[in-house]
């Protein structure tokens, strides 16, 4: 069965950086859109960064220009380059892999565990 490691969480203050990896492992075959989402205390899970297969990419709008997310087939890996992180972007963030795995024929989401970011003021 497949798994997702995420690294790279921290504190940082207003206006740094962080980046953020998420691996994934076991068995896979195929590995289609990897994203990332988060979720601050007390709102809903969202949608900050996806990237296909192809390399095609779309971001929230509260993050464009500021976060970039990018991946490394070779090594079933998506990163989340963050940049001028602002108090709002604190959340807990999670990767999300929609993939393949050897001998089934069906797709699975996988999520990561979750990496705590938070930005001070």
């Known amino acids: 069965q497949a798994q997702l490691v995420e690294s790279g969480g921290g504190l940082v203050q207003a206006g740094g950086s962080l980046r953020l990896s998420c691996a994934a492992s076991g068995g896979i075959a195929i590995i289609n859109a990897m994203g990332w989402y988060r979720q601050a205390p007390g709102k809903q899970r969202e949608l900050v960064a996806v990237?296909?297969?192809?390399?095609?990419?779309d971001y929230q709008d509260s993050v464009k220009g500021r976060f970039t997310i990018s991946r490394d087939n070779a090594k079933n890996t998506v990163y989340l380059q963050m940049n001028s992180l602002k108090p709002d972007d604190t959340a807990l963030y999670y990767c999300?892999?929609?993939?393949?795995?050897?001998?089934?024929?069906?797709?699975?989401?996988?999520w990561g565990q979750g990496t705590q970011v938070t930005v001070s003021s």
């Open positions: 999300n892999v929609d993939l393949v795995e050897l001998g089934s024929p069906y797709r699975h989401v996988y």
């Open positions: 990237i296909k297969r192809g390399g095609s990419t």
